[in-house]
């Protein structure tokens, strides 16, 4: 049989009406979540009981940390668009993640801000966001290929994948949470660590589902002779891991970072208009500053969801009435609840979604970004009217759980719609830039997170009341914001042209 037959038949199998390579990608993104989440959730203890740093400096390099590994895929989009095309990005991604997590599991050392340990624990770091960097965004551009872009599957697939991104949201906390909080710091990062290296064992072994998607754009220019002797993608690499040491020696100034932070996003905004202005016909330029407009509103959405493994952590730690049947269950295990939630109400938001289509009810994408904002906002409000009814007690652990549910609904009509609004409204050429620029936008909100969390305090002997004080402040910001959204995404809706993307595309 020729290969245009086999891949002709290849494409014919699917599963639950979608192409077998968006379970592919689902149960790699899968592990590959469970190493970063899993890492998360212990991460800001590691930092405040292991290394012993004190709140304010924790705060910095976790929200220094957490931006830098959206940062990366601007960087892993272009090299991805340009040069490696999106399957080799996601396998060099997935080398560097796991060897960082396991280099962390090896430098614990004793305990406090000893500089070897300490500088251990850097590069491992620096080796996680350069492989995030990588992997991140073009995991998405794949399952974006898997469609055309006028699939109405498209919203749902992308709802189906998050599920695996929360799957592993879900599992790495317990596992790592437990093992990290109860056995030792090793234990958990190491399990993070092998969750990355089964991810990595699927993608290969299952690269046949993708059915040629996601190659390099010419796949002989990887082969000629790059720098240093090397060929052009060996050399790609060998500069990855030479920004493996760059970041290693910028990371412990985290404050610095979010001026540089802030200057990259400008630059790389600016690029996109230039392209937009010098390339593009009308019709795409407007769907690039829809584009754009979505990705602004980024930056608010997760500075407030991305206290999650921050001061809302510390906040269960030292305020929550954490005893649930006779068990005080350690803090970091809350970290799988918003993932829990997002497994049980993704299906439910995928079917909402294609029968409210069906019926053309369905939400534009501004308009589920707004309303996402509305909820998070909720969120936050409900837990602080929960520790206001508490009173000197600590706060019932069922407000924990709703902030939570209500986070989770908000990231369900903001995250995965956005996803497939990046892949939808680019053009084929800046698809890996702009997917990246949406991850940037991600790494400005968890700077911001970082310097909301230090507002705070964080739950310390006294402040309780200064956190709830912030709490209420970000929740009623969030709901004006989300209400000014909804007012403006009908005039954002016109300027996606979605009525004409099939039409360009078949032609």
Partial sequence: MATSDIASVQAGKTWLGHPRGLFLLFFAEMWERFSYYGMRAILIFYLTKHFLFGEDKAYLLYGAYTSLVYITPVIGGY?????????????????????????????????????????????????????????????????????????????????????????????????CGLLGELWGWSWGFGAAGVGMLAGL?????????????????????????????????????????????????????AELLGYALLGFSALTVLYILWR???????????????????????????????????????????????????????????????SI??????????????????????????AKFG??????????????AGAAMAGANLTPVIFVFLIYLFHTMAELCFSPVGLSAMTRLSVPS??????????????????IAGLIARTTGSGEAGNVTQVLDVYKQIGWFSIIVGGAVLLVSPWVKRMMHLDSIGSEERA
């Fill in 79 to 175: 090299l991805a668009d340009r040069f490696l095309g999106p399957r080799k990005a996601v396998l060099a991604g997935g080398v560097f993640i796991a060897l960082g997590h396991f280099l962390i599991a090896l430098t614990e050392g004793p305990g406090g801000q000893d500089a070897f340990y300490l500088n251990g624990f850097y590069l491992a770091l620096a080796s996680i966001i350069v492989g995030t960097g990588f992997l991140k965004a073009n995991i998405s551009v794949l399952v974006g290929e898997l469609y055309p872009r006028d699939d109405a599957r498209r919203d749902p697939a992308f709802s189906i994948f998050y599920m695996g991104i929360n799957m592993g949201g879900m599992l790495g906390p317990i596992v």
């Fill in 201 to 253: 064992v699927m993608f290969m072994w299952l690269r046949p589902w993708l059915l040629g998607k996601g190659e390099p754009p010419a796949p002989q220019h990887l082969r000629a002779p790059g720098a240093a002797g090397l060929s052009q993608e060996w050399a790609i690499y060998a500069g990855a891991a030479l920004g493996v040491v760059a970041i290693w020696l910028v990371i412990r100034y």
């Fill in 276 to 338: 937009s202005f010098a390339t593009l016909g009308k019709v795409d330029r407007d769907r690039m500053f829809a584009a754009l407009f979505l990705i602004a509103l980024n930056p608010l959405f997760w500075g407030l969801f991305e206290q999650t493994g921050s001061s809302l952590n510390i906040f269960t730690d030292r305020n929550v009435d954490r005893d649930i049947l006779g068990w005080v269950v350690p803090a970091s295990l809350f970290q799988s609840v918003s």
């Fill in 341 to 366: 939630f997002i497994i049980l109400l993704a299906p439910l938001f995928a079917l909402l979604w294609t029968v409210l289509d069906k019926r053309r009810l369905e939400p534009s994408s501004p």
């Fill in 371 to 384: 309303i996402g904002l509305i909820l998070c906002g909720a969120g936050f409000l409900v837990l602080v």
């Fill in 430 to 447: 800046m698809v890996g830039l702009v997917m990246g620029t949406w991850f940037l936008a991600m790494a400005a909100g968890n700077f």
